[in-house]
């Protein structure tokens, strides 16, 4: 079972696409779990969004529809 710590430290990594298969599903199951750790993963999402956006205009919005 991962720590909210461990569980921070995993969405940080997934967000460069570095996550093992079982680190993968270990987080998606701390994920269904913790409500703290969902708003957190969701604060970074918008965080990312919103730089990306800010930092490349339009080809941001394009790159995001292909990231989903």
Do not use: W, Y
């Amino acid at each position: 079972m991962l720590t909210c710590k461990d569980a921070t430290r995993l969405m940080s990594q997934k967000m460069d696409g570095k996550l093992t298969p079982m680190n993968r599903l270990a987080l998606g199951f701390h994920l269904l779990i913790c409500r703290g750790c969902r708003n957190f993963d969701a604060q970074i999402r918008f965080i990312r969004k919103a730089v990306k956006h800010v930092a490349g205009g339009a080809d941001a919005t394009e790159a995001d529809r292909q990231e989903r």
